[in-house]
């Protein structure tokens, strides 16, 4: 693929092309992906879903840079990302791509704040205390900044993590179940805050959800099943959404 721009000029800001994706276990091998073709504007937001080993979350990690596809190839913008040396990938990752973790991953012996400006001290360019204390406080978590994960509850965890995604203002923002540990109200202020970032920034959000109603926050909704995509939802509520899983978890049993 030359061209990065869509007919209607918009850039691509993600590309996954026939990606397949495979683990070994207990002497055989087990396929994930299986030729997912899929791609991502720049300034969308996107919901991934399927039933449980669909390939959801391997997918996230292939497009993040985090997981290497067995075959297929991957773009950020212009750039084939699938190929590129590990080092050279790892600086690219953290000057343009946020990864929220389902499990958080946050430095156990550093503060809240610490966490957040993390992966900018890890770039060389350490971001203002201002800036971190701004991103807490977007999470709804001001006054929390010296508090280490130890002394937060699971949700508040969560909400750090994705401090620390946004903070560095990345134009790709993946996110693995971001409002899982979050109770409803809590969960609705991130998804909005997410919306936010795409609508205010033009960053490009690719989120797995196993929720409807996170899921119709989204522009769009990508239906995986045994590792294929099979359906796409545009602007969906959240009862097509649910109807759309339903069918996609019958056809898998």
Same mark, same amino acid.
């Given at each position: 693929?030359?061209?990065?721009?869509?007919?209607?000029?918009?850039?691509?800001?993600?590309?996954?092309?026939?990606?397949?994706?495979?683990?070994?276990?207990?002497?055989?091998?087990?396929?994930?992906?299986?030729?997912?073709?899929?791609?991502?504007?720049?300034?969308?937001?996107?919901?991934?879903?399927?039933?449980?080993?669909?390939?959801?979350?391997?997918?996230?990690?292939?497009?993040?840079?985090?997981?290497?596809?067995?075959? &297929?190839?991957?773009?950020?913008?212009? @750039?084939?990302?699938? *190929? %590129?040396?590990?080092?050279? /990938? $790892?600086?690219?990752? #953290?000057?343009?791509?946020?990864?929220?973790?389902?499990?958080?991953?946050?430095?156990?012996?550093?503060?809240?704040?610490?966490?957040?400006?993390?992966?900018?001290?890890?770039? &060389?360019?350490?971001?203002?205390?201002? @800036?971190?204390?701004? *991103? %807490?406080?977007?999470?709804? /978590? $001001?006054?929390?900044? #010296?508090?280490?994960?130890?002394?937060?509850?699971?949700?508040?965890?969560?909400?750090?993590?994705?401090?620390?995604?946004?903070?560095?203002?990345?134009?790709?923002?993946?996110?693995?179940?971001?409002?899982?540990?979050?109770?409803?109200?809590?969960?609705?202020?991130?998804?909005? /805050?997410?919306?936010?970032?795409?609508?205010?920034?033009?960053?490009?959000?690719?989120?797995?959800?196993?929720?409807?109603?996170?899921?119709?926050?989204?522009?769009?909704?990508?239906?995986?099943?045994?590792?294929?995509?099979?359906?796409?939802?545009?602007?969906?509520?959240?009862?097509?959404?649910?109807?759309? /899983?339903?069918?996609?978890?019958?056809?898998?049993?």
């Amino acid at each position: 693929m030359n061209s990065f721009t869509t007919s209607t000029g918009t850039e691509i800001a993600a590309r996954g092309e026939e990606l397949h994706r495979g683990y070994r276990r207990a002497g055989s091998d087990i396929p994930v992906l299986r030729g997912v073709t899929v791609e991502f504007r720049r300034g969308t937001f996107t919901a991934v879903m399927g039933p449980s080993g669909s390939g959801k979350t391997t997918l996230l990690q292939c497009l993040a840079g985090l997981d290497r596809p067995d075959r &297929g190839r991957i773009w950020w913008g212009p @750039t084939p990302i699938d *190929a %590129l040396p590990e080092r050279r /990938l $790892a600086r690219l990752r #953290r000057e343009q791509v946020g990864f929220v973790f389902q499990a958080f991953n946050l430095m156990p012996g550093m503060t809240a704040a610490q966490n957040v400006e993390l992966p900018g001290r890890m770039a &060389g360019h350490r971001p203002p205390r201002a @800036t971190v204390h701004q *991103a %807490l406080d977007r999470v709804g /978590l $001001a006054g929390r900044e #010296r508090h280490r994960p130890a002394q937060l509850s699971g949700g508040q965890q969560q909400r750090v993590a994705i401090a620390r995604a946004l903070v560095s203002r990345p134009r790709i923002l993946f996110a693995d179940e971001p409002t899982g540990a979050l109770d409803r109200t809590t969960g609705t202020r991130i998804l909005h /805050l997410l919306r936010e970032t795409v609508d205010r920034d033009g960053a490009t959000c690719v989120m797995v959800t196993h929720d409807p109603a996170a899921a119709a926050h989204a522009d769009r909704v990508l239906l995986l099943t045994d590792g294929r995509l099979v359906t796409e939802l545009h602007h969906p509520t959240a009862r097509q959404v649910a109807d759309a /899983l339903a069918g996609a978890e019958g056809g898998a049993r």
